[in-house]
């Protein structure tokens, strides 16, 4: 086992992760566990199977050996994982097989190749009784009394550390219906049967939204991956085999070609001076969603999803500036997949 350290939004993450195969000449298959669990768990199902890949089994913030201490947004896992993997090297290449979390901010990272199992973001009808217990606590809630709230929490969800607990309310119930629908790469969708946690009807959902993907469905539950490991294995490498090249080469210029997200951060003569009006006006010429936000060291940050001419042409827009303000510095960066279908000025609190 090993660890990286990664800087985020000046918090340093201790990325906990393990390599096998370190021979292998074919490439990379990186393994991302779901909630509540850890690495272990996915090199238990395929430490043995694939072994021409070089396997990156990897402990996401919060779980397992890898730390945190931050409320996150999936978008924001998927920026800590990328920045991980961008320093052991590991490129758009590389196989990523995600289960159920795991899954989406597998799809975020936005890779030519991806195995889901059971992924997550999908979001199911809720039944009577659990949107009745909701209604409940939420009650008890406002009213100020945490004991009956609490009451209805499962034993997992108590023992979450409380920022864990926040991490888990926003991610729980992020519908990726649009997300699956644009994502670029060529998709294996793997699922159980008797799966109650993530059912087989979101995986049909998935399945039929991504562009480029195949659906299997095996005997089992959630972790049916365990259960049916020589079948799961034997299905992944035939899909990998079966794969035309030219079908990767497709993908890889699709993810080129296709619609990113993209992190600005602007310096100088930036604040007081109707920059996020600017550049709202911007957005709407060259029909961009995203987002834009003063920061408290006086800058400008936002983040838009254009093609990459298009996010040039909003940069050079931004720079000819509207007669008060003046860019001194504007770094870009590749972010996330998070597609904005409108564009919006967001206000920072004052914590911060």
Known sequence: MAVREVLYQGYNFSISYEILNLSSTKGDIVFLHGWGSSKEVMKQAF??????????????????????????????????????LDSIGVDHSAILVGHSFGGKIAVLLKPTRIVLLSSAG????????????????????????SFFSNLFRSSDVK???PHMYETFKLVVNEDFSEIFKCSPS??????????????????????EYMPHSSFQAFKGDHFFFLQQKKAVHAEILNWICCLPSSSVAQVEQEVILHKQNWRFCCKGKVQGVGFRKYAA????????????????????????YAKQ????????????????????????????????????????????
């Open 47 to 84: 430490k043995d199977a694939l072994t021409d890949y070089r396997h990156i089994y990897v402990d996401l913030p919060g779980f397992g050996a890898s730390r945190n201490e931050m409320v996150l947004k999936s978008s924001q896992y998927a920026e800590i994982i990328q920045l991980f």
């Open 122 to 145: 999908i979001v199911p009808t809720k039944s009577l009784s659990v949107r009745l217990k909701i209604m409940v606590s939420k009650f008890f809630r406002r009213l100020g009394i």
């Open 186 to 207: 060529n998709a294996l969708v793997l699922w159980g049967e008797q799966d109650y946690t993530t059912p087989i009807s979101s995986g049909y959902k998935i399945a």
């Open 281 to 304: 006006q911007i957005s709407q010429e060259f029909e961009i969603g995203g987002w834009v936000m003063n920061e408290n060291d006086g800058s400008v940050v936002g983040e838009i």
């Open 159 to 161: 023992a979450m550390p």
């Open 309 to 352: 001419e298009d996010m040039e042409k909003f940069i050079n827009r931004l720079k000819e500036g509207n007669g008060r303000l003046v860019i001194q510095e504007c770094d870009i960066q590749e972010s996330s997949f998070s597609p904005f279908s409108s564009f919006e000025i967001r206000y920072k609190s004052l914590k911060g």
